[in-house]
């Protein structure tokens, strides 16, 4: 069945950075479009980028455009969230997801403060 295992969540200062993966399992990664969610205390889950199969087209929300960058490596089936320069607004629990379909991971919390 269709597996997404998200890590790589912590606790970072404002200004810093992490790196989220995502491990993906049960169907063809590599033609399949991929994002990242996020969900903030108290707050609804939004989208926070997507990359289609190719890597040729990808999308970030205007909150972490020039700041964080959506990659993928098909042959190992991972997708990953690079992440800089973080404030404490980007504290969430963030989740990745196959587009079009809906099945979530347990997601990984990033938590930024000083």
């Known amino acids: 069945q269709v597996q997404l295992v998200e890590s790589g969540g912590g606790w970072v200062l404002p200004g810093g950075s992490l790196r989220l993966s995502c491990a993906a399992s049960?169907?063809?990664?590599?033609?399949?479009?991929m994002s990242w969610y996020r969900q903030a205390p108290g707050k609804e889950r939004e989208l926070v980028a997507r990359i289609s199969g190719s890597s040729n087209s990808r999308y970030y929300a205007n909150s972490v455009e020039g700041r964080f960058t959506i990659s993928r490596d098909n042959v190992n089936k991972m997708l990953y969230l690079q992440m800089n320069s973080l404030n404490p607004e980007d504290t969430a629990v963030y989740y990745c997801?196959?587009?079009?379909?809906?099945?979530w991971g347990q997601g990984t919390l990033v938590t930024v403060s000083s």
């Open positions: 997801k196959r587009i079009g379909f809906e099945v």
């Open positions: 049960g169907f063809t990664f590599g033609s399949s479009g």
